[in-house]
């Protein structure tokens, strides 16, 4: 059962990625408007796109969909990173104050340091 579920949620997340990723494709600047129809997009899959729209879609709006991908993936795992590190399934609010804080102390503490030994 918990299989099921795994699948099912994963398919849905594809799902919901693929669709935005229609979305982020059409919509954009190009010289023949802001929008770009979804026939026009599923031509560029068929392989049947003219020059224009092969340009646009793999130059300028495909680079800035797969950069927006991996860093969302980026934050995602640093959030995990952060959370297995502090030992906090919910990484609160307070305990990530309570390490910006004595990240900024030490910095503090080494700039001094550098400051008084230069002098």
Wanted: net charge positive; glycine share 8%.
């Amino acid at each position: 059962m918990k299989l099921k579920k795994l699948i099912l949620y994963n398919f849905i997340l594809l799902l919901s990625l693929f669709s935005l990723f229609l979305i982020s494709i059409s919509i954009g600047g190009s010289e023949t408007g802001v929008k770009m129809e979804i026939g026009r997009i599923l031509n560029f899959l068929k392989g049947q796109s003219d020059e224009i729209d092969r340009v646009v879609i793999l130059h300028l709006r495909f680079p800035r969909i797969l950069t927006s991908i991996f860093s969302g993936g980026g934050l995602a795992v640093a959030g995990a990173i952060l959370q297995a590190i502090i030992r906090n399934p919910l990484a609160s609010l307070i305990s990530l104050v309570f390490q910006v804080v004595q990240l900024l102390v030490r910095l503090c503490r080494y700039y001094c340091l550098v400051l008084f030994l230069l002098h």
